[in-house]
Structures are given as C-alpha cells and as structure tokens.
C-alpha cells in the first residue's frame, strides 16, 4: 500500500500514515532495538508499506521511502481543511439559530382552532 506521513517522531522511528485506500490511519512503529541505521521518515514522505491490522488499527510494516517531501506542504494543506470545517460549523450554527423563530405547523393549526372555537362561544 502506498501511504504519506501526516506526522513523525523521527527520534523514535514511529510516524502516522494516511493510507492510498483512505481508511483508517496506519501507525509505524519500530522496536528499541531496531538498528541505528533504521529509515525514518519525515511529514510529506511518501511510502509504500505493508499493512497488518489487529483489533481495528492498522499498522505500517517493512516501509520503504518512495519519494521525500512529496507533499510537503501537508501542514498547510491540513491547516487550511481546519479552517473551512471551522467556518461550516459556525455557519451552520447561525443558520440554526435563527430557526427558533420557525412556527411550528401543528401547534399554529391547533391554536387558531382554540381561537375560532372561544369565538363561537
């Protein structure tokens, strides 16, 4: 599977992936005792791995750098999806807000029921 690394800890060799397939996030995550020279990765790298689950996480096996810096400007990329959720959230919220002053159908009908049958009287 092919993946990009949204977020790495290149002192411990572990990095969170955002899978081809775009389930689930895959963590990779090496031993202490994996040698020195193990590969670590950086945000943006772009890599092919295989993938194991167990008890629904995903974890990156024997990865393997495709290309460096392949989206580099991920943090600004998701930076800026941050953004436009934010800005849905507050939209949405205003919207219903205004909807308290919405008359409700039901309960109108059966007031001017009210209304015309004290009137009859």
Not at 53 to 58: A, K
Request: aromatic letters at 8%.
């Amino acid at each position: 599977m092919l993946g990009v690394v949204i977020w790495s800890a290149e002192a411990e060799s572990k990095a969170i992936i955002w899978c081809e397939d775009h389930g689930e996030l895959a963590f990779f995550g090496q031993t202490p005792h994996s040698t020195v020279s193990a590969e670590r990765f950086r945000e943006g790298d772009l890599i092919q791995f295989d993938l194991t689950e167990l008890d629904n996480l995903r974890f990156a096996r024997n990865p393997k750098r495709i290309a460096q810096h392949y989206c580099s400007d991920l943090g600004s990329v998701l930076e800026n999806a941050r953004a436009v959720k934010n800005t849905i959230t507050v939209q949405k919220k205003d919207r219903t807000q205004g909807c308290n002053a919405l008359i409700d159908f039901d309960q109108a009908k059966q007031m001017r029921a009210c209304k015309m049958g004290a009137a009859a009287r």
